[in-house]
């Protein structure tokens, strides 16, 4: 492995927001985000800055970002912490202690290198760490047309749950909810 696994740190702003307006000009973006390029380019530096600080590991929220040997940042994946009685999530309120991941992106010349799969080991890793309470399962959507990412869910043991939901800005348009349920342990 040619890279490292690690959560953003509050002061890291720069390096979140640059990442983020590439993501923004992926041509997968307009099927992977819930933001635009236009949107995001126009935030405010202090935007930038709490988002860093918000992410830097938390309580509610982390993001993780996988950095090359020579300290590049090459991708990036973002855990929130949705629990019952919380703030609604992306599809209302939790019913259950879950994780949801989110901001998933990684450059296009590190796709298939398995730096998509170690960033969503270490999500997967920091949500079942969780203990107060205990998550009982990791969800994520994906936006219909966006085969090349629900293919790779699949493949990190993500399944489909049944939840549909419209897009707000075009209510024809879906995202799928999949999610893995907690293992539990051998007796």
């Known amino acids: 492995m040619d890279h490292t696994i690690r959560s953003v740190l509050a002061d890291e702003w720069r390096?979140?927001?640059?990442?983020?307006?590439?993501?923004?000009?992926?041509?997968?973006?307009?099927?992977?985000?819930?933001?635009?390029?236009?949107?995001?380019?126009?935030?405010?530096?202090?935007?930038?800055?709490?988002?860093?600080?918000?992410?830097?590991e938390g309580e509610a929220v982390i993001a993780f970002v996988a950095e090359g040997p020579d300290g590049a940042w090459i991708g990036t994946a973002t855990v929130l912490v949705e629990l019952p009685g919380g703030e609604g999530g992306f599809a209302g309120e939790a019913a259950v202690p879950q994780t949801h991941i989110v901001g998933v992106y990684v450059r296009p010349e590190h796709r298939a290198t398995g730096v998509s799969r170690a960033l969503f080991e270490a999500a997967l890793e920091w949500s079942w760490a969780l203990t107060e309470p205990p998550v009982e399962r990791v969800r994520l959507f994906v936006h219909e047309q966006n085969d090349r990412a629900r293919a790779f869910y699949r493949k990190m043991g993500f399944e489909p749950t049944g939840l549909t939901l419209a897009l707000p800005d075009d209510p024809?348009?879906?995202?799928?909810?999949?999610?893995?349920?907690?293992p539990r342990p051998a007796v």
């Open 172 to 182: 024809a348009q879906k995202e799928y909810e999949l999610a893995i349920v907690r």
């Open 15 to 56: 390096q979140v927001r640059e990442l983020r307006l590439e993501a923004l000009q992926d041509p997968a973006a307009p099927v992977a985000f819930l933001d635009t390029y236009d949107q995001a380019v126009a935030r405010p530096d202090s935007f930038w800055q709490q988002r860093a600080a918000d992410n830097a």
